[in-house]
T-cell receptor, first 110, second 113 residues
Framework: GENVEQHPSTLSVQEGDSAVIKCTYS??????FPWYKQELGKRPQLIIDIRSNVGEKKDQRIAVTLNKTAKHFSLHITETQPEDSAVYFC?????????FGKGTRLHILP | NAGVTQTPKFQVLKTGQSMTLQCAQDMNHNSMYWYRQDPGMGLRLIYYSASEGTTDKGEVPNGYNVSRLNKREFSLRLESAAPSQTSVYFCASSQSAGTSGYTFGSGTRLTVV
């Protein structure tokens, strides 16, 4: 089955700097790659997603890139703000379900 | 518009007891899912229902059963709870299986003692 690896597990960046989270997946059938943000004690919420026919997608300060050949995809957050502090999950979807990575805890330092 | 509603929000069980977690969505979504979340382990898929009338095992199905009661409702049953099932359980739904993002419920925090 699909296996999603996510790095790093913890990331600390200065406010205003950029943050990058990287993921790999194993199943070449995966064609949908969502990213979720989970604040402490809350439910995960979809922040951006990308499909396999697109190499890059941007939404304000957030961008995702996908390299299907290498089975890599990444989340880029620019100009980080305190409210970006949360756990971020990447995920990949082979067929009819979504498999998540283990998450990255992002700390924004003042 | 409530989205995805899970009940209960908290539960404490004794080892060997049974219980059913309820999930209902009002978005007319076709697909529904149950995940468990443990520290450092991310979200692991227990069971899912890609469409009404179908259910399939996920990554960690042992010790659980599910019922897709109708298009709106998808329940998760623990027949004989074990301490290893202490976790936060999330139900989610999506318009189409595997090709659209999930809407999650608020979660059920379950402790088995």
């Amino acid at each position: 089955g699909e296996n999603v690896e996510q790095h790093p597990s913890t990331l600390s960046v200065q406010e205003g700097d950029s943050a990058v989270i990287k993921c790999t997946y194993s199943d070449s059938a995966s064609n949908y790659f969502p990213w979720y943000k989970q604040e402490l004690g809350k439910r995960p919420q979809l922040i951006i997603d990308i499909r396999s026919n697109v190499g890059e997608k941007k939404d304000q300060r957030i961008a995702v890139t996908l390299n299907k050949t290498a089975k890599h995809f990444s989340l880029h957050i620019t100009e980080t703000q305190p409210e970006d502090s949360a756990v971020y999950f990447c995920a990949a979807s082979p067929y009819d379900k979504i498999i998540f990575g283990k998450g990255t805890r992002l700390h924004i330092l003042p | 518009n409530a989205g995805v509603t899970q009940t209960p929000k908290f539960q404490v069980l004794k080892t060997g007891q049974s219980m059913t977690l309820q999930c209902a969505q009002d978005m007319n979504h076709n697909s529904m899912y149950w995940y468990r979340q443990d520290p450092g382990m991310g979200l692991r898929l227990i069971y899912y229902s890609a469409s009404e009338g179908t259910t399939d095992k996920g990554e960690v199905p042992n010790g659980y059963n599910v019922s897709r009661l109708n298009k709106r409702e998808f329940s998760l049953r623990l027949e004989s709870a074990a301490p290893s099932q202490t976790s936060v359980y999330f139900c989610a739904s999506s318009q189409s299986a595997g090709t659209s993002g999930y809407t999650f419920g608020s979660g059920t925090r379950l402790t088995v003692v």
